[in-house]
């Protein structure tokens, strides 16, 4: 495939978006927004218990409160066979998704759900909730991964073996998984280091914070057809997982994905679509449910927390010759997926010879953990970036060349075993070089820069697109894709560059399951890559079409008929796309092209940003002065959106670094599910984000894209970490380095 | 000739052997000729009659979704990765 980046006419400039205006002016359609004849609302009664037997449950007197309409609980749900589907991005044990979606026989985590009621408003749903009776019988709990993992730990899933590549332990234990990956003789190349850092880290639980919560709205019809509006990040997914808790063919359900309210992986599992539908066919009418904050927070699935220990080694000009992590990742009550993409991550961004990673997987109860952005690469990130950073402190080397001197490039191995095909990790290190930011000096007491690098690989999957070409020229693009980040219009931009036209004259469309192929989750960073593609096999298409069919109306050989620019060049005639659109209109066949694409690729993102802070001994609060993100985007298809994921991404790392944790008191239950303790950052709390956007074409892309919205989450703690301790020469091993733990480490130290 | 790597999980089927050249068209004929060469490995691969669910295949630089049906022909490194999800 061929690669570039070529002068464009649409591809690099910054429209606005199609979306834009529906949603300033309140006009987007939302779940919440839904209205059907005969709407009920939905609550869901969640357990006060992190760990407890379900000895009993008696609906009785909600299901006779007036105003109620049905009430379910885990014996509602079909039998789900212990098995692995694959969703597409990723894959999940049917009877774990239906276990969480609500409990049967035991609940694993305060805020696991164990009954619904759908009634005639929500103050009626929730008294009627309050009536039902569970009687329960309390279970020790652990939300440590080093206390799950011990030999005495309280037991999960008594049927957990942990599963060593296909091999399972005899004895049951809450590590659902272990990895190991190597590279190399680790013990040569540690023997050939001159200096050696060993650190330990620990990293909190920490959310995604869509400002949406999840919604549902279901409606099982009486023709059969199960009807959801949801916010998600993949509709198809949606539709299967809820087909397969439910246990009825997939073609009975049809899902539309509704304006989506920030996702980053979060809202791709489902919890209250099989909820909403077993109550709407329960009850004989649509029901909704729109989950408070709390539920949020204590229902759906957060990131993983994890205890980290990493050791590198170096010779003594700086050149990194041996790595080895060990890993372990807190999955939540089921077993989850982030270790392995952990594993992966960890030496990403360097050229180690030798190297060893070892990971864990481990249950305990906490909810079930979910992606957030690049899942599992954050937390090793904040490890490794450490460690590298304190080799170049005891070797006396500059921090960025340390990094460039050891930077992944074409050719390099990684630890997993792949070796990368072009990337641009030394590109975005050598744009922080040429940087206004890191040419400036820092002066001021307390007062530190850090810098650090990040990968995510970036995937392909599924993806399907239709074009139908309109009598006046514009081209009606429908697609599978959800539209979390501008999507609709970085996937119309690259169809438009193709026909020639511009970017409003293609009018984008996110649709439902019965109307466009198979799309897999927006997620993976794929949906500019991957859907995009799909528009550009659709444009060639209509391109192919129309010169056929250009042919004929000027009487002379397809083979005469050359596209330069969108423009139709024949022996003696020329029409843009749209003159040409219209004249065959007049007769023949409508123009409709459709695509679908899976490619079979990584885009591989790296990203390296640079932070000034300023700490302040007296209370430990961290200030971010200045903030730089750097990201090789491939080719920035819409500028404006690239940077807003860079942003968007470093914003929700700083989070990450500085406020952000799942506070569990002695109970194991939750204290701060609310976004009043539970502190994200907000305008006061960050400088603006500047960004650099490096293209370096990606050879699996026409036009070089690579995904973005992943890597920019991927540096910031390492980069505040670092920062913090240029700051103040003391390093923090633990997320967040809140104001109490930086105070406190401080005050040790002097 | 692809090389084909044996995850560091599964040497100890492979008597330490790390990687092992072979002719095949795809992955489902790798596999074969890995189970043919070390016995039981087949079984840590595969669920079924499909490569596990919790796995997928990387030939060259190239990471898809097509299971044993990823063709391999002359590319030069096939491995075998954790499925990764994405946020």
Known sequence: MSSGNGNYRVLGTRPRRHDGAEKVTGSAIYANDVQLPGLLTGFVLRSPHPHARIRSIDTSEAEATEGVFAVISGKDFPEVADKVADLGEGSVNLSYLSGNVMAKGKVLYKGHAVAAVAAVNIHVAEEAASKIKIDYEVLPSVTWVLDAMADDAPLLHENLFTDHMGEKDEKPSNTAVHMHFEKGNIEEGFAAADVIVEREFKTATVHQGYIEPHVSVADWTTSGRLKIWTATQGAFTARQQTAEVLQIPISDVVVTPCEIGGGFGGKIAVYLEPVTALLSKKSGRPVRISMTRAGVFEGTGPTPGSFMRVKIGATSDGKLVAGEAWLAYDAGAYPGGMIGPGCMCVFSCYDIEHAVVDGYDVCMNKPHTQAYRAPGATQVAFACEQVVDEIAEQLGICKLEIRQLNAAKEGMRRVDGPVYPRIGLVECLDAVAQSDHWKSPLEGENRGRGIAAGFWFGCGLKSSVSASVNHDGTVNLTEGSPDIGGTRTSIAMQLAEVLGIDTFDVIPQVVDTDSVGYTDVTGGSRVTFATGLAAYEAGLDLQRQMAGRAADLWECSADDISVVEGEFKGPDKSASFKELAQELFKDGEPLVARASVAPDCSTNGFAVHIADVEVDPETGKVTILRYTAIQDAGKAIHPSYVEGQMQGGAVQGIGWALNEEYFFNDNDTMDNASFLDYRMPTMLDVPMIDTIIVEVANPDHPYGVRGVGEPPIVPPPAAIANAISEATTTRFFELPMSPPKVWKGLSETS | ?87
């Open chain 2, 1 to 87: 000739m692809p090389i084909v790597f044996i995850p560091a999980q599964l040497k100890s089927l492979t008597g330490g052997v790390s990687q092992v050249e072979m002719e095949a068209d795809n992955v489902r004929q790798v596999i074969e000729q890995l189970d043919q060469q070390f016995p039981g490995i087949r079984d840590r691969l595969c669920d079924g009659d499909e490569l596990a669910r919790t796995l997928q295949v990387s030939v060259d630089s190239s990471m898809g979704a097509r299971g044993l049906r990823t063709k391999v022909g002359d590319a030069r490194e096939v491995h075998f990765l954790p499925v990764i999800g994405g946020g």
